[in-house]
């Protein structure tokens, strides 16, 4: 299994080919996001609807929303199981300095035993037993930016 942090789900929701396309290589396995990954999209959606004064910003806000709900839809979710947030106290302790959010997704990914796919290299790779894959990266001669 395959779990996207937020970044990586991010990045699919905005068409970015690399993600996109490794995500379709994947097809054989499991690719899913974490219910971490959908707070911390639906809270930003919310931020961002409340501080839309605009019109056109108040309906950019809630097309991202409803893009993002339908996006749930059709990969899998990893839920935070009591195994998985006990594994998070534990790595909350061992590892202060990084993120909450951070150490629920790699705590989801480890109760999984799932390779995370993220861009955040540096800090997943101090957690011990992680998997993680940049699928955000093209392979060498390949030319996207996105």
């Known amino acids: 299994m395959f779990i996207l942090d937020t970044d990586h789900f991010t990045l ?8 996109t ?6 097809n054989s396995s499991t690719v899913a996001v974490s219910i971490v990954t ?13 501080q839309a004064k605009a019109l056109a910003a108040q309906i950019q806000a809630y097309a991202g929303l ?3 709900m339908q ?3 059709t990969i899998e979710l990893a839920p935070f199981s009591p ?15 990084l993120g909450r959010m951070d150490l629920s997704i790699a705590a989801i990914a480890l109760e999984f035993n799932a390779t995370l796919v993220t861009r955040n290299l540096i800090d997943f790779e ?9 699928w955000s990266q093209p392979e060498s001669g390949d030319a996207d930016h996105a």
């Open 21 to 26: 396309r490794n995500m379709m290589e994947h």
């Open 71 to 73: 996006a749930f839809q």
């Open 83 to 97: 195994d998985a947030l006990l594994r998070f106290r534990e790595l909350r302790i061992a590892h202060r300095r």
């Open 38 to 50: 959908v707070e911390e999209t639906l809270t930003g959606w919310y931020s961002t609807i409340r």
């Open 126 to 134: 101090q957690i011990p037993g992680l998997k993680i894959e940049d």
């Open 12 to 19: 699919h929701l905005h068409g970015h080919q690399t993600v």
């Open 66 to 68: 409803f893009r993002s």
